[in-house]
């Protein structure tokens, strides 16, 4: 079993369309018993929230229902537990490495490390803006999550049937 952390820094918008969007693509890929997945924040703002209206409304209309997902911080034991800790962008991810022991410090990685497309970048926070931030958002986590699935099955030709 191979588990994946998502995190940003509130975890109503980022991580939870991340966490929804890989749930859609290892479940089309065959890989739901396999895999587990989960979503986090670095700050307490938004405990027991659910994601953010547009970020429900932006999965859906890709097809991945987040709207029963909360809010929650990542915790001590998170680091022991998942093999991957995939933040959106280098704020998060210097908190989690300054947070974490030493030895676990390689399982934090940015998302954007697998994308092909939009390589190493920041999955910026939509917040703020409009409804485009969102879906420029899961552009970029849709890329990166086909390839995370490739790394994780050692698999090159992995695609969502989707055809995204």
């Not at 191979?2 to 991580?15: A, E, Y």
């Not at 587990?36 to 409304?57: C, V």
């Not at 990542?74 to 704020?91: K, P, Q, S, W």
């Amino acid at each position: 079993m191979t588990k994946v952390l998502f995190v940003c820094m509130g975890n109503i918008c980022r991580s939870p369309m991340a966490e929804g969007m890989f749930r859609k693509a290892i479940q089309d890929a065959g890989l739901d018993r396999d895999v587990e997945t989960d979503s986090a924040g670095t700050h307490a703002y938004h405990i027991g929230s659910a994601p953010d209206p547009r970020a429900r409304q932006a999965a859906r209309q890709r097809g991945a229902d987040i709207s029963g997902l909360r809010g929650r911080k990542v915790a001590d034991d998170d680091f022991e537990r998942f093999d991957y800790i995939l933040v959106m962008d280098g704020d998060n991810y210097n908190r989690l490495i300054q947070r974490a022991p030493a030895h676990h410090h390689g399982k934090i990685r940015r998302l954007l490390s697998f994308s092909r497309k939009y390589p190493n970048l920041d999955v910026v926070d939509p917040y703020y803006g409009g409804t485009q931030g969102f879906e420029e958002n899961l552009d970029m986590i849709e890329d990166a999550v086909q390839g995370l699935i490739r790394e994780i099955t050692g698999d090159t030709q992995v695609k969502m049937r989707s055809g995204s």
